[in-house]
């Protein structure tokens, strides 16, 4: 038996789980001690789910004995982004104002893993109402990013929670949400691998509405394998969610075509005018990847962009006048405890005109087409998912945003993996992007896949957290020192 099976990743742990290594409780247990010793440090975690786990555990371990296991996800667990439902659980959506919202439906998302017999560990902190992307929270408190363990630094937004909450081998994998790079942003400064998948692909469904036209739920894991079997358990039509079922893109199992390499694939470098304002680790990363690509039989071409990618960041009437549509009642009470910052970006929807967003909607179908353009004939475009690694909380102007190289992909209505590729001489995580077309996610795996079978970067655990009893135990005295609290909401 594995002394630490959180260590290993979700498909190891259904393996080793059916081979009797050890029972769903023995692995419900390593993870609920190591929340128990961790979480009150990273603060990855808004509730616990502790009893129901530990009961749901056992009552898998007696169904796989008996030989009525419901497949191989039987008893492994999975966290979820604190926006998606759960009936009878509280759905905070990161808002201090929602502490005793209570959920009065299950989310098809979750329906479909617990279905599979998954286990919910808990809820994972987001930023308020998904609304921001460097993953801050004023009320409820902002994950400690696990790579530094000295310097409070940002975790990635919106699912700020589920990326530490991986990063930590707190849960195996976890659930979040992109409608700006959501997901890919706590990938990326976290060291985990993470979808954005095409509209329509997996259910909204009780999930809370940022901006429709844009919000997509993904799986996020620290391998690639992990993410696209997660991807596959979620994906595909649901009554609940009429846009499901609008698409004429057939649900696409990605394990069949996951090991057939790049061999043939031509794969798209950054314009030389993209390069600039990147730091020089995140560079180096960058142009490693492409010839690792290269080496395994991917041909990398240059192409010419008719627009600037800095030029979707710019693209925010639609995320504007959704986001307020969908909040504007909260928000305009002032006796609420909201973060102002929030409040504030939400309220820019409140001025626009139904001109104004009928015309961003114009403008987004517009920059598809001359982009569709651009990118015909090469499988996918590969970029830094990040210009920088994780920045120290105190550098942080939250009147920018990080998501340069990932915008594109939701106004495109294109998918996207990110993934690691590397570290800065900080020891910090930087992660490539790999964006394909709409309803390619499939593709974009097994390009994932390849790279991350031909390099290491996905198998580093945060060194402070590696099992070395006094490591771990100056690491979360560090934390614990009172220069930290304010960082952490504690």
Not at 119 to 138: P, R, S, Y
Not at 166 to 179: H, M, S, Y
Not at 421 to 445: D, K, M, R, V
Not at 471 to 487: F, G
Request: hydrophobic fraction near 40%.
């Amino acid at each position: 038996m594995n002394d630490n099976p959180f260590l290993s990743p979700a498909h190891i742990l259904s393996q080793d789980i059916a081979a009797r290594r050890f029972s769903p409780a023995d692995l419900m247990d390593a993870l609920l001690a190591r929340i128990a010793t961790l979480d009150p440090q990273l603060h990855a975690f808004v509730e616990v789910y502790e009893s129901q786990a530990r009961r749901a555990a056992q009552a898998a371990g007696k169904a796989i004995r008996s030989g009525n296991a419901l497949g191989p996800w039987h008893g492994i667990p999975i966290a979820i982004k604190d926006i998606i439902d759960i009936e009878g659980q509280i759905t905070t959506c990161g808002s201090a104002s929602r502490l005793n919202h209570r959920a009065t439906t299950t989310a098809t998302v979750v329906q479909r893993l617990t279905n599979q017999g998954m286990i919910v560990l808990g809820k994972t902190q987001t930023v308020e109402f998904a609304c921001g992307a460097w993953g801050l929270n004023q009320h409820m408190g902002t994950p400690w990013n696990p790579w530094d363990a000295e310097t409070p630094r940002t975790p990635g937004g919106s699912s700020s929670g589920s990326g530490v909450a991986v990063a930590a081998r707190l849960a195996p994998w976890a659930l979040g949400t992109d409608t700006g790079g959501s997901i890919r942003m706590p990938a990326a400064w976290c060291g985990i691998t993470g979808l954005k998948t095409t509209i329509g692909r997996i259910s909204t469904h009780g999930i809370l509405p940022l901006s429709p036209t844009l919000d997509t739920p993904g799986p996020m894991a620290r391998t690639v394998r992990d993410v696209a079997l997660l991807y596959d358990l979620l994906q595909g039509p649901d009554l609940l969610d009429p846009v499901t079922r609008s698409h004429p893109h057939p649900a696409t199992d990605p394990m069949p075509t996951l090991e057939q390499g790049v061999q043939g694939l031509r794969l798209a470098r950054l314009p030389s005018s993209e390069r600039v304002g990147i730091e020089a680790d995140v560079l180096e990363a960058y142009d490693r990847s492409l010839a690792v690509l290269a080496g395994l039989g991917a041909e990398i071409v240059d192409i010419a962009l008719p627009l600037r990618l800095v030029d979707f960041v710019s693209m925010t009437r639609i995320t504007q006048a959704e986001s307020y549509a969908q909040h504007h009642q909260n928000i305009a009470d002032p006796s609420l405890k909201l973060d102002e910052v929030v409040r504030s970006r939400l309220l820019a929807g409140a001025g626009l005109s139904a001109l104004e967003y009928l015309t961003a909607l114009r403008q987004r179908n517009e920059m598809k087409q001359l982009m569709e353009n651009a990118l015909r004939g090469v499988h996918a475009l590969l970029t830094p998912s990040t210009a920088t690694a994780a920045m120290p909380l105190s550098e942080v102007d939250q009147n920018t945003t990080p998501t340069r190289f990932m915008r594109f992909v939701n106004i495109l209505d294109m998918c996207a993996l990110s993934l690691p590729n590397g570290f800065t001489a900080e020891g910090l995580p930087i992660s490539l992007q790999i964006a394909c077309g709409g309803y390619q996610e499939a593709l974009a795996l097994r390009i994932g896949h390849a790279y991350q079978q031909a390099t290491p970067w996905h198998e580093r655990l945060p060194p402070a957290l590696e099992q070395s009893p006094n490591t771990k135990e100056a690491w979360v005295k560090s934390l614990q020192s009172p220069s930290n609290a304010v960082a952490l909401g504690s």
